[in-house]
Nanobody, 119 residues
């Protein structure tokens, strides 16, 4: 019932920035644990960041200080601001919504959006 649609991806040079959006319908971004994940070519999907209903956030070490997760409750949209991008950030990015305390796989997922960083 919850649908998530990512946008804002594309191709940028190393050192550049992108802002990903995840528009939700059928549920409120403020009522779920919302997360961002990414999957590089030939590799497994890995967790990047999450934001809880109480607005607490967390990040994988490799993006700390460069990425910022946020949400706009009025627009029912989740964001990921990505700065100082490197080729290692190249991946398909996914947003997810899950009941806090349960596994991410038990929740809802977007279809993914491509991010490509060149040097």
């Amino acid at each position: 019932q919850v649908q998530l649609v990512e946008s804002g991806g594309g191709s940028v040079q190393a050192g550049g920035s992108l802002r990903l959006s995840c528009a939700a319908s059928g549920g409120s971004v403020s009522s779920y644990c919302m997360g961002w994940f990414r999957q590089a070519p030939g590799k497994q999907r890995t967790w990047v960041s999450f934001i809880r209903p109480d607005a607490a956030t967390a990040y994988v070490d490799s993006v700390k200080g460069r990425f910022t997760i946020s949400r706009d409750n009025a627009k029912n949209t989740l964001y990921l601001q990505m700065n100082s991008l490197t080729p290692e950030d190249t991946a398909t990015f996914y947003c997810a919504a899950a009941t806090c305390g349960r596994t991410w796989d038990s929740g809802y997922w977007g279809q993914g959006i491509q991010v490509t960083i060149s040097s």
